[in-house]
């Protein structure tokens, strides 16, 4: 069972747009909440990640913000740009003994940015 | 440095046959991971290593062995392939003191016919 719920499957949206994709996970043993971005024919790099102790956190034009009440986060891609053209993963890492150091993901969400 | 590296890049098998992927990291890094990426499915962990010596079972370890060869190192073998296992498999390796932010690999694309 998908432990971290991750929608919309893909999202299309204009450069200079606003790119919004949600979370939400089930257990609460989890304590960082990373984000991953692929590119087509390469392996997840992270792009930014926070901590339940945190309700946002903003890099440049990518902001996280995050719900812990509703187990709930999301990621914001701002002034969206076709190079921002990319599959997205959220993931939530395990801190119990036998979660921990394991990410569980999201099932993925394809974005593209139209010219 | 290279990161993580993985071999091979493509590799198709038929039914039953054996294969080994190999990885690995030139980071230091003491955790090393072993994913397979399905459409709609994300990435699902198969077996990791946090440390030289250990191995543990993930999400999806079953037609799956791995070895820790050296902190560098680690492999993964599919001993009789199935059509089930066509995926793209993933590497990928962190720091235990920082282990949300995982580095990965450029893949291997499988194909079992």
């Known amino acids: 069972q998908q432990q971290v719920k991750q929608s919309p499957q893909s999202l299309i949206v204009q450069k200079g747009g606003i790119s919004i994709i949600n979370c939400a996970y089930e257990?609460?043993?989890?304590?960082?909440f990373p984000w991953y971005q692929q590119f087509p024919g390469k392996g997840p790099a992270l792009l930014i990640a926070?901590?339940?102790?945190?309700s946002e956190k903003k890099e440049g034009r990518f902001t996280i913000s995050f719900n812990k009440s509703a187990k709930q986060f999301s990621l914001h891609i701002m002034d969206s740009q076709p190079g921002d053209s990319a599959t997205y993963f959220c993931?939530?890492?395990?801190?119990?003994?036998?979660?921990?150091?394991?990410?569980?993901f999201g099932a993925g969400t394809q974005v593209v940015v139209t010219p | 440095n290279a990161g993580v590296t993985q071999t091979p890049k493509f590799q198709v098998l038929k039914t039953g046959q054996s294969m080994t992927l190999q990885c690995a990291q030139d980071?230091?890094?003491?955790?090393m991971y072993w994913y397979r990426q399905d459409p709609g499915m994300g990435l699902r962990l198969i077996y990791y290593?946090?440390?030289?010596?250990?191995?543990d079972k993930g999400e999806v370890p079953n037609g799956y062995n791995v070895s820790r060869l050296n902190k560098r190192e680690f492999s993964l073998r599919l001993e009789s392939a199935a059509p089930s296992q066509t995926s793209v498999y993933f590497c990928?390796?962190?720091?235990?003191?920082?282990?949300?932010?995982?580095?990965f690999g450029p893949g291997t694309r499988l194909t079992v016919t």
């Open positions: 990928a390796s962190g720091d235990r003191a920082k282990i949300y932010e995982q580095y």
């Open positions: 257990n609460t043993a989890f304590d960082y």
């Open positions: 926070i901590r339940p102790d945190v």
């Open positions: 993931a939530a890492r395990g801190m119990t003994t036998d979660s921990w150091g394991k990410l569980q």
């Open positions: 980071m230091n890094h003491n955790s």
């Open positions: 290593s946090a440390s030289e010596g250990t191995t």
